[in-house]
């Protein structure tokens, strides 16, 4: 018997205080028109004081498990995305564990920035094709506005905070084909990785408990991210295609990383996709790193333009460098 991975249930969560490009120029020397123009993000949301990554990947598990319809006893292993922990230690992932009363199974972090989504989902599919876990709780969640320098403005007016979840569980391959020889069944179709940590230095935080005892600021050389982002995405792009013998035109919708709508439209323009076959949130979210793709899933999920049986492609690009993408059934 053939196990996939399914994702059975997907929930979000952002925090109350919504801050506009306009209440942002009022402390940061830029405007709305730089911001806009630059990156498409016109908004983005920011934690309350003592609301922890915890807290924001707490409320959006609660609600992939609701969207489920699953009791949290049911998972066995939690993987939380995460650049911005609660601690150095222990893991952000222990904590929603046993903030969601789980006394069972096991629970970690996953630190790959923005391509954190991508490498968790590879883990959580590969856990359940071995039969290491059954069911799995898939967070991204993320506070960089703790990481951000403030006075960067090159840098601060970019990110946001935020979470997603979503529930994957294993299930006896469906053997249905598309009459191109691959298989058309739900699930997870397959995972694609990579990293190049030769390019370490052009997004980083400068600080970490080994380095400097304290935990840093983000630092990025843009032109640089966004000249390796548009390469390594349309690489990884094919490669997922290829693998699974399927072409461009049978992607439903693309589920980017939601960094740059530049980005994002190079991306699609590769593909040949019309923007509204696009899923777009960096407008109102920015970019919250590893939980931009399942904020951006759980929205195109519950306003119903994502439907059973499309067709996803998932992809990100983060710090590390890494990068990866994923193709999956809904
Ligand atoms: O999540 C994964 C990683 N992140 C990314 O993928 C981000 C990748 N990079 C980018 O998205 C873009 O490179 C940025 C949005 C960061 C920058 O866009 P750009 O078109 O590459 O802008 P630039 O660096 O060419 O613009 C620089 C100019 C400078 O002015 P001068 O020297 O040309 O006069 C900056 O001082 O823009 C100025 N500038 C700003 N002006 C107003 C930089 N930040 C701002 C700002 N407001 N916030």
Same mark, same amino acid.
């Given at each position: 018997?053939?196990?996939?991975? =399914?994702?059975?249930?997907?929930?979000?969560?952002?925090?109350?205080?919504?801050?506009?490009?306009?209440?942002?120029?009022?402390?940061?020397?830029?405007?709305? =028109?730089?911001?806009?123009?630059?990156?498409?993000?016109? #908004?983005?949301?920011?934690?309350?004081?003592?609301?922890?990554?915890?807290?924001?990947?707490? %409320?959006?598990?609660?609600? %992939?498990? =609701?969207?489920?319809?699953?009791?949290?006893?049911?998972?066995?292993?939690?993987?939380?995305?995460?650049?911005?922990?609660?601690?150095?230690?222990?893991?952000?992932?222990?904590?929603? #564990? $046993?903030? +969601?009363?789980? *006394?069972?199974?096991?629970?970690?972090?996953? #630190?790959?920035?923005?391509?954190?989504?991508?490498?968790?989902?590879?883990?959580?599919? @590969?856990?359940?094709?071995?039969?290491?876990?059954?069911?799995?709780?898939?967070?991204?969640?993320?506070?960089?506005?703790?990481? &951000?320098?403030? *006075?960067?403005?090159?840098?601060?007016?970019?990110?946001?905070?935020?979470?997603?979840?979503?529930?994957?569980?294993?299930?006896?391959?469906?053997?249905? !084909?598309?009459?191109?020889? /691959? @298989?058309?069944?739900?699930?997870? &179709?397959?995972? $694609?990785? /990579?990293?190049?940590?030769?390019?370490?230095?052009?997004?980083?935080?400068?600080?970490?408990? !080994?380095? *400097?005892?304290?935990?840093? /600021?983000?630092?990025?050389?843009?032109? =640089?991210?966004?000249? /390796?982002?548009?390469?390594?995405?349309? !690489?990884?792009?094919?490669?997922?295609?290829?693998?699974? @013998?399927?072409?461009?035109?049978?992607?439903?919708?693309?589920?980017?990383? #939601?960094?740059?709508?530049?980005?994002?439209? !190079?991306?699609?323009?590769?593909?040949?996709?019309?923007?509204?076959?696009?899923?777009?949130?960096?407008?109102? $979210? %920015? @970019?919250?790193?590893?939980?931009?793709?399942?904020?951006?899933?759980?929205?195109?999920?519950?306003?119903?333009?994502?439907?059973?049986?499309? &067709?996803?492609?998932?992809?990100?690009?983060?710090?590390?460098?890494?990068?990866?993408?994923? +193709?999956?059934?809904?």
């Amino acid at each position: 018997m053939k196990i996939r991975s =399914e994702i059975i249930g997907c929930g979000s969560y952002l925090p109350e205080r919504c801050v506009s490009n306009d209440e942002l120029s009022k402390t940061v020397d830029t405007n709305d =028109e730089w911001i806009r123009s630059r990156s498409g993000i016109e #908004q983005r949301y920011i934690a309350a004081e003592g609301e922890f990554t915890s807290d924001l990947a707490l %409320a959006a598990s609660r609600r %992939a498990l =609701e969207h489920a319809g699953i009791d949290a006893s049911e998972i066995d292993l939690v993987i939380c995305a995460t650049t911005t922990p609660d601690n150095t230690f222990p893991s952000t992932a222990t904590k929603v #564990q $046993h903030k +969601l009363g789980m *006394t069972n199974g096991a629970a970690f972090d996953i #630190q790959a920035v923005c391509s954190g989504f991508v490498y968790g989902l590879a883990t959580a599919d @590969n856990f359940i094709r071995c039969g290491q876990a059954k069911t799995v709780l898939l967070i991204g969640a993320e506070t960089f506005s703790r990481i &951000l320098d403030w *006075t960067d403005r090159s840098t601060c007016v970019l990110f946001g905070d935020g979470a997603g979840a979503v529930v994957i569980r294993g299930a006896e391959q469906e053997t249905g !084909s598309n009459g191109k020889g /691959h @298989n058309s069944g739900r699930g997870i &179709l397959s995972t $694609h990785i /990579h990293s190049d940590g030769s390019n370490y230095d052009i997004l980083y935080v400068d600080g970490g408990p !080994s380095s *400097t005892q304290t935990v840093g /600021h983000l630092r990025m050389n843009g032109r =640089e991210v966004f000249r /390796h982002a548009v390469t390594n995405l349309a !690489s990884i792009v094919d490669e997922a295609l290829i693998a699974n @013998n399927l072409d461009r035109s049978d992607i439903d919708w693309l589920v980017p990383h #939601q960094a740059n709508k530049r980005i994002i439209d !190079s991306t699609a323009k590769k593909l040949g996709m019309s923007q509204d076959k696009v899923v777009l949130t960096v407008d109102k $979210h %920015a @970019n919250t790193s590893a939980a931009s793709i399942p904020l951006a899933l759980d929205t195109a999920v519950k306003d119903g333009r994502i439907k059973r049986g499309d &067709l996803l492609l998932l992809e990100a690009m983060g710090g590390g460098l890494t990068w990866g993408a994923g +193709l999956v059934r809904w």
